[in-house]
């Protein structure tokens, strides 16, 4: 069995990990051989995502517990306060009676929120930091900031896929719609027409009409089968190799480093307001990256931070950020003032990539309706020119 652990080391820094053994007891033998003071150690939980609350109730739980507890009150009485503001019988109900009754039975606060299905496995490791240490209340508000950010990111994303997911949709609808039912027609009635005086924007028409099913099946089974590769090489022991090449190509790179310096630098501030270490919160962002390679590159800072070196000199070694972000981390770090450093970063990375948003956008909706327009073009000009011809034809 796997069990997960908080301990202190000889420096009384609180580290966490996972180790395999037989029982409780011999988990906490095998910690305290390696050299470690177990504190809190459990059996690990399998994640079972379907039982997780959806994202925007764990965004309001942790934004009142944070806020009730800050007045003082104790978590069983915030669950007994929230639960009552719920519908009987709903989903968001049951989990924090679920967490009541864990509470009440001895449960420790993690615990008790992880066997509910409150939070996912991802904050409930948090949530054990900041039980370790005594900042339980801390935990809950930086857990809220980061489901807030999380959730208004994927808002926003679905705000600015409307406008062109309905420009799309409109377009395939209208693709489909002559190619089946227009085209056909339209072909029988310039059927007299030698094949050589017809335009090249009508043969495309009428290659598109009678091939349409076969091509929209080749887009979907292309679009299907990239989608569960890039999601599958996670997984996979070439996954690695596979997205070091892509992080190797100098446009992606750029654009990805500033994507993950924004997400680094969000959890790393926010842990650094709790009172974890900088070493922990980057172990924590080891544990739960899914891209292999980034996961390997964040082990090796860790390794090197292992070895004696600062933080600045171990992500200095990385590819992971910008030359711009280590020259900044270095210095705040050794002149006393990272995390005022790393708060002024994350402004900067927010502002920075907010304004790329905006550009991306104001380009696609000219580019979408400029697509459409070239289309709309393709058409008439397939459409009327064969008729020109016919007439000429005629006559």
């Known amino acids: 069995m796997i069990y997960i652990y ?116 991802k904050y409930i490791q948090w949530l054990k930091m900041g039980e370790a240490i005594g900042k339980t209340q801390r935990s809950f508000k930086s857990i809220y900031e980061v489901i807030k950010n999380q959730y208004e990111t994927r808002e926003q994303i679905k705000k600015a896929a409307i406008y062109p997911s309905i420009i799309i949709i409109l377009s395939l609808s209208a693709i489909v719609f002559i190619s089946t039912y227009i085209f056909p027609v339209f072909s029988e009635l310039i059927g007299d027409l030698p094949m050589h005086l017809w335009p090249w924007s009508t043969r495309a028409m009428l290659f598109l009409a009678k091939n349409m099913k076969k091509m929209i099946t080749l887009i979907t089974i292309v679009m299907v089968s990239f989608y569960y590769f890039y999601k599958y090489s996670y997984r996979m022991s070439w996954g690695k190799k596979f997205h070091r090449e892509i992080w190797s190509s100098k446009l992606y790179r750029n654009v990805a480093r500033k994507y993950f310096e924004l997400r680094f630098l969000r959890i790393l501030v926010l842990m650094q307001q709790d009172s974890i270490s900088i070493q922990d919160a980057i172990k924590y962002i080891h544990s739960y990256e899914r891209n292999p390679f980034i996961k390997e590159e964040i082990n090796k800072i860790n390794i090197s931070i292992s070895d004696g070196k600062s933080v600045g000199q171990s992500i200095e070694k990385t590819i992971l950020f910008t030359d711009y972000f280590k020259s900044f981390f270095l210095k705040g770090e050794q002149g006393g003032i990272l995390s005022e450093i790393s708060e002024q970063l994350l402004e900067i990375r927010k502002i920075e990539i907010n304004y790329n948003k905006q550009r991306i956008l104001k380009f696609l909706e000219p580019m979408l309706i400029l697509i459409v327009s070239i289309f709309v073009g393709f058409v008439v000009i397939g459409t009327i020119m064969p008729l020109m011809e016919m007439g000429n034809y005629l006559l």
């Open 6 to 121: 908080c301990a202190l080391d000889r420096e009384n820094k609180i580290t966490r990990g996972e180790i395999e053994a037989k029982s409780e007891n011999d988990a906490s033998d095998k910690i305290k051989h390696i050299g470690l003071n177990p504190f809190l150690v459990e059996k690990k939980l399998k994640n079972k995502t379907e039982k997780v609350l959806p994202f925007k109730d764990q965004w309001t739980i942790a934004s009142q517990l944070s806020q009730l507890m800050g007045k003082g009150i104790d978590v069983t009485s915030c669950l007994g306060i929230l639960k009552h503001n719920e519908r009987e019988g709903s989903k968001k109900r049951n989990a924090i009676e679920k967490a009541e009754k864990h509470l009440l039975g001895g449960k420790t606060i993690s615990s008790a929120f992880s066997l509910s299905g409150i939070f996912n496995e």
